[in-house]
């Protein structure tokens, strides 16, 4: 498991947020870790949701002391 990427998504709207979260994830090898910064909200709800649906796992996410939110996904299937 490594941080592999680091994605901040807090200048953009659902869905687009998802889209590009998404995108982040395609490259990574299983078992590397994308970081997502992303605000309250639609964001917050729906990207995590959604990322737990295309079968990875939020292994955190924290609000921040600015009102962003850290998410840490580790990458699951694909790339071996």
Wanted: proline share 4%; with cysteine.
């Amino acid at each position: 498991m490594q941080l592999k990427e680091t994605l901040n998504i807090t200048g953009d709207a659902c869905p687009m947020t998802f889209v590009r979260t998404k995108l982040a994830l395609e490259p990574l090898t299983r078992g590397d870790i994308l970081e997502v910064v992303l605000n309250g909200g639609e964001a917050v709800k729906n990207v995590p949701r959604s990322v737990r649906g295309e079968g990875h796992k939020v292994l955190f996410l924290e609000k921040q002391d600015d009102g962003t939110y850290r998410m840490l996904v580790e990458k699951e299937g694909g790339h071996e």
